[in-house]
């Protein structure tokens, strides 16, 4: 599976970014995907997932009523919207797929990254 993420940018505090990760090389709705952050000096940290037919999604505590993941089989792509954003929020946000079943938040469940996209939240 090829990853390619896009959407970052620089927005000011209580803004909103939208991500897309546009996955290639197998069909769509065999794989789980999710969305991870790093920030200068700080490891990568799970964000959100979503499951294969886009039915389940987990969230880490911090961004729970204000991201939100989905995904289109249709268009092979994976989505973040992302409100209200803070400073905190400001890291290199990468996408990442997994053939397995069960969504995860750890960085070794998923196989496949895409490149990442830099969101920098200015206050």
């Known amino acids: 599976v090829q990853l390619q993420a896009s959407g970052g940018g620089l927005v000011q505090a209580g803004g909103s970014l939208r991500l897309s990760c546009a996955a290639s090389?197998?069909?769509?709705?065999?794989?789980?995907m999710a969305w991870f952050r790093q920030a200068p000096g700080k490891e990568r940290e799970f964000v959100a997932g979503i499951s294969r037919g886009g039915q389940t999604t987990q969230y880490t505590n911090s961004v729970k009523g204000l991201f939100s993941i989905s995904r289109d089989n249709a268009k092979n792509t994976v989505y973040l919207q992302m409100n209200t954003l803070q400073s905190g929020d400001t890291a290199v946000y990468y996408c990442a797929a997994d053939e397995d079943v069960v969504l995860r938040s750890s960085t070794y469940a998923y196989e496949y990254w895409g490149q990442g996209t830099q969101v920098t939240v200015s206050s």
């Open positions: 090389g197998r069909p769509s709705g065999t794989y789980i």
